[in-house]
């Protein structure tokens, strides 16, 4: 069970898929970026399947410390190509919530000129705080 708190402040909208900021108290769990593809490396063939990959990759390094998707205070997503991004909405949300459930953590999306593996079409860092 987590112990993060959204911040919102009381005079701006509520934002939707995401939170303007989360607070907690416990042992800090950075991870690196990760990618769509699966332990032997093939990527899965589209935008949301590989949003999905990347959620399961990012939630089993946070196993390792004992945590669980509930403990992530901060999502950052780095897209090859934003209108692709835009185009997967629907798809995306649900492949989303299919590993996240309905955990929204801070977020910060950007377009990047590319990415280390060539058949990336998105990389997702992640800041977790485990409460101790």
């Known amino acids: 069970m ?8 009381p005079t701006w909208p509520q934002p939707r898929g995401y939170v303007h900021g989360m ?3 416990g042992r ?3 991870i690196s970026g990760q990618v769509g593809c699966d332990p032997q490396g093939r990527f899965a063939p589209d ?10 990759n990012i939630l089993a390094v946070l196993a390792e410390a004992g945590g669980d998707a509930s ?3 901060r999502l950052t997503w ?5 209108e692709e991004y835009r185009a997967s909405l629907g798809d995306l949300g649900l492949a989303y919530r299919a590993v996240m459930g309905r ?3 801070a977020m910060t999306l950007v377009q990047v000129g590319g990415l280390v593996e060539p058949e990336a079409r998105l990389e ?9």
Request: no cysteine.
């Open 2 to 9: 987590s112990t993060l708190t959204p911040l919102q402040p």
């Open 23 to 25: 607070a907690g108290t």
């Open 28 to 30: 800090v769990v950075v």
């Open 47 to 56: 935008f949301a399947s590989q949003t999905q990959q990347t959620l399961r």
């Open 71 to 73: 403990h992530v205070a």
């Open 78 to 82: 780095y897209v090859v190509d934003m």
């Open 103 to 105: 955990h929204f953590p």
């Open 124 to 132: 997702i860092e992640a800041t977790a705080i485990i409460p101790g």
